[in-house]
């Protein structure tokens, strides 16, 4: 037999893998080797009400992807919640080691006595073409400047954010299509400093309909470095829901972003862009009132018909059967939960959840974490339920609720990856494809970190250790990648609409800025498009409105910037 | 005459749950229950007639001051509790508990008033909707055998079907299987056509979990329907 012959032989099995789209998702974790394994604090409290606000407050380990240097690797931000500790900017320097260089950078504090990082957000305010980043907290946010020389400068004083807010959650996108990001914040608590209380009724005056919690704030970027509240203009002052995530997209294909709130004990919302600076509430038409714990959501067209759908995490364990919902984007307005009937309801007590073509099969998968509190062999439900079942009790008062100790509750709770099957169902593959831990998941950051076309994601947990977990499926599908540079459109192209025809399949994607909780991902869009060698179409709709198609090859990742076509990368660092 | 039988008419078939209730019909089951509050039957229709037009809250109340103008009409109090539990599968999960809590303290005062078989029918197989978390089986246990007894006493009657189908569910939440499978067996005797029965002793292991599990689901609507009860008089 020939040497050719033997290395056909050898390839075949593979190849046929990848053109069946049966290869066999599967990650390694690495993040102790690649020198980001972190272990994230959440904020102790002082006083009697300590306990319950610890527990209340256990989210904040969050991760955002991005590359804030400019040398095509993406990069790490990783919050940490307690007093005095520090936040990680992690850098990538390539074959899947990075160095921790927050302090260095200027972009490690923030946990101050009267406020807790909770997130973090990589967007380019000013479209300088470097990253900056804003540091969300339980308190006012920092906007930290890319001086692009490795640092970065805290400007937050000149930017107008000042307003004190319990904020959790943070995308950037052009709301008004003016050209420049704007943020919305999603805010959990009320406007109180629970650092600070001054009132013990800060907790929710309902556990399935609360209308006392922090809402969203929406900041418009003025262009001149600041930002201006525009909340109440814009017609989302009167929700005052728990927010825990917000996704956003362009749900109508319309062109203008909108965007669908993820709200604990309560009803979720998805709001339309009315194209004037407004929005409106859809929520009764478009989705009905639910009563559930929203926790996270995701955007993507799962099934490929071409209209954005959205992934929400909510409760479902033995005490609560919730349920998520993968609302099918029915095209007119209207959306329809398909999560039972596609496989993907049940994940305990879900947080982040991403979607992504793990296996480049031109499908969309979906990895979801879980887990609140992993601790003692008490659990604590039943002393949760003595509460909750007191006649009268005022679930407001933070006196009421009963300390958790070392109690366990909804812990130890193995994580989920759902495989697309590409027929409107997915098969759960979480323990065959090595990511099952147990850990009390947080965010997800996705992001293809060593550049090979495969996706990888960090994951982040609760007062535990992170985990970055790196893509090794074999025999996956060829793919594609983008990097877009908006020119007349915001610089990151937030916004943009990728359409992209192979293998007689067409995928799309947005780019967006820091859907899912606690985790941003990537903003290079990534394609899987299975066996086909070249891709038939690709064209993109700018935020600025133009249409613009280009030629592009598989199996490489290519920098597109508006009106100018393919344009040269920028090179990781040798 | 006409018109009485036509009253008749609709409230046999509102017995049957196949009837389109009215406000109207609520004012007038408010009525006849304020005479008699211990008329199961109204209070079962009333309660159906509410399901229909979605008016829990109005329902509640109503049962609440009724209970309070006749604190000894146990089966007053035992509707009241239904009352509770025809509104959980349109409340929230959290909601559901505290509904299905407050089932269960009317359903006991029920029993301390008159310790029928129905009111411990119910109440023990209310608590066989708890998650095993809470460890309320044992109690549903007790409750259902002591409806068992009681009805091992009377004369066979259609419904009594649902105290062998509650208690083997029992046994198999307390981890008893052997146990519950003879309690099924049992049933399945005396009611060979009882398709319930025969769902449970066609299932074993994880099959039989899931369909328990299914049945058992505080989210799908219970039926409080208790028509049975004079169909067989």
């Known amino acids: 037999m020939s040497r050719r012959a033997l290395w056909s032989a050898a390839a075949l099995p593979a190849l046929l893998l990848a053109w069946n789209g049966v290869a066999k998702i599967q990650f390694e974790e690495i993040a102790g080797p690649a020198g980001v394994q972190m272990t994230h604090t959440t904020r102790h409290f002082k006083g009697k009400s300590a306990d319950v606000l610890r527990m209340f407050t256990s989210g904040g380990a969050a991760v955002a992807v991005g590359d804030f240097n400019n040398d095509g690797l993406d990069d790490l931000f990783v919050t940490d919640s307690d007093e005095g500790k520090l936040s990680k900017l992690y850098r990538n320097e390539g074959n899947w080691k990075f160095t921790e260089v927050g302090e260095a950078a200027g972009v490690a504090g923030g946990n101050d006595p009267l406020s807790i990082v909770a997130d973090g957000l990589w967007f380019d305010y000013d479209n300088d073409g470097w990253q900056d980043l804003l540091v969300v907290r339980f308190g006012t946010p920092i906007l ?53 209380l001054k009132t013990p009724h800060v907790l929710p005056n309902d556990l399935d309909n609360a209308v006392n919690g922090g809402g969203v704030a929406l900041w418009r970027n003025e262009g001149n470095g600041r930002f201006t509240d525009v909340t109440k203009e814009a017609g989302l002052a009167h929700h005052t829901g728990w927010t825990l995530d917000i996704g956003h997209g362009d749900f109508d ?58 992934y929400v995490t909510n409760i479902t364990d033995e005490y609560m059967k919730e349920c998520n919902m993968l609302w099918h984007n029915n095209g007119d307005g209207t959306f329809t939960d398909l999560s039972k009937e596609t496989g993907t309801c049940p994940t305990l007590w879900g947080w982040a959840a991403k979607f992504g073509d793990f296996d480049n099969d031109g499908w969309q998968d979906i990895f979801v974490v879980n887990g609140l509190r992993s601790a003692g062999k008490d659990n604590y439900i039943p002393v949760l339920v003595t509460m909750i079942t007191t006649p009268g009790i005022d679930f407001t008062d933070v006196n009421n609720w009963p300390n958790i100790g070392n109690m366990t509750w909804s812990g130890y709770q193995r994580k989920k990856m759902f495989r697309n099957l590409g027929n409107q169902a997915f098969k759960e593959i979480s323990a065959e494809a090595g990511v099952d831990n147990d850990l009390d998941g947080r965010g997800i950051g996705m992001g293809d970190f060593d ?122 660092k040798k | 005459m006409r018109q009485a039988t036509l009253l008749v008419c609709a409230w046999a078939l509102a017995g049957a749950g196949a009837w389109g209730a009215t406000l109207a019909d609520l004012d007038r089951y408010e009525a006849l229950l304020a005479k008699n509050a211990d008329d199961i039957r109204a209070g079962s229709e009333y309660r159906q007639a509410v399901i229909q037009l979605k008016q829990y809250d109005r329902c509640i109340k109503f049962f609440e001051e009724l209970v309070a103008k006749s604190p000894q009409a146990a089966n007053a109090y035992l509707n009241f509790g239904f009352a509770y539990v025809d509104k959980i599968p349109d409340a929230g999960a959290i909601t559901q508990v505290i509904l299905a809590n407050t089932a269960l303290s009317h359903f006991s005062k029920s029993i301390e008033l008159k310790p029928s078989w129905i009111a411990l029918y119910t109440r023990g197989n209310s608590y066989l909707y708890w998650p095993k978390i809470f460890g309320k089986a044992p109690l549903g246990v007790k409750d259902l055998e002591e409806a068992m007894k009681m009805q091992k006493q009377d004369k066979l009657r259609p419904y009594h079907v649902r105290a062998y189908i509650s208690l083997g569910d029992g046994y198999w939440k307390m981890d008893d299987v052997e146990k519950a499978r003879a309690v099924w067996q049992e049933g399945a005797k005396l009611f060979p056509n009882e398709p319930r029965l025969k769902e449970r002793l066609s299932r074993s292991g994880d099959e039989l979990a899931k369909y328990i599990d299914e049945t058992l689901d505080p989210n799908k609507r219970v039926d409080t329907n208790l028509h049975e009860l004079w169909e067989d008089q």
């Open chain 1, 144 to 196: 930290y400047h890319n001086e692009r020389n490795g640092k970065f400068k805290n400007v937050t004083a000149g930017s107008g954010f000042t307003t004190f807010g319990n904020s959790i959650a943070a995308v950037a996108f052009d709301y008004d299509r003016d050209g420049d990001l704007d943020v919305m914040l999603g805010h959990y608590f009320k406007a109180e400093n629970l650092l600070d």
């Open chain 1, 253 to 310: 294909n319309d062109g203008w972003q909108d965007f669908y709130l993820a709200n604990d004990y309560g009803t979720d919302r998805i709001f339309f862009n009315n194209k004037n600076g407004t929005f409106r509430d859809a929520t009764e038409k478009s989705l009905g009132f639910d009563t559930k714990k929203g926790m996270n959501v995701d955007v993507a067209d799962y099934d490929n018909d071409g209209f954005l759908d959205i």
């Open chain 1, 451 to 572: 550049n090979d076309g495969l996706l990888d994601f960090y994951q982040t947990n609760a007062d535990q250790k992170s985990l970055l977990y790196r893509g090794r499926t074999q025999g996956a599908g060829n793919w594609v990648q983008m990097k877009l540079i908006g020119a007349k459109s915001n610089r990151d192209a937030i916004g943009a609409r990728v359409t992209l025809t192979a293998g007689g399949l067409t995928q799309i994607r947005e780019v967006n800025g820091g859907n899912g909780y606690a985790g941003q991902s990537s903003l290079r869009l990534h394609f899987g498009v299975g066996r086909a060698a070249k891709l038939d179409a690709v064209e993109i709709q700018w935020p600025s409105g133009l249409t613009e198609k280009v030629n592009l090859t598989v199996n490489k990742i290519h920098y597109v910037q508006e009106g100018k076509g393919v344009v040269p990368a920028w090179g990781p």
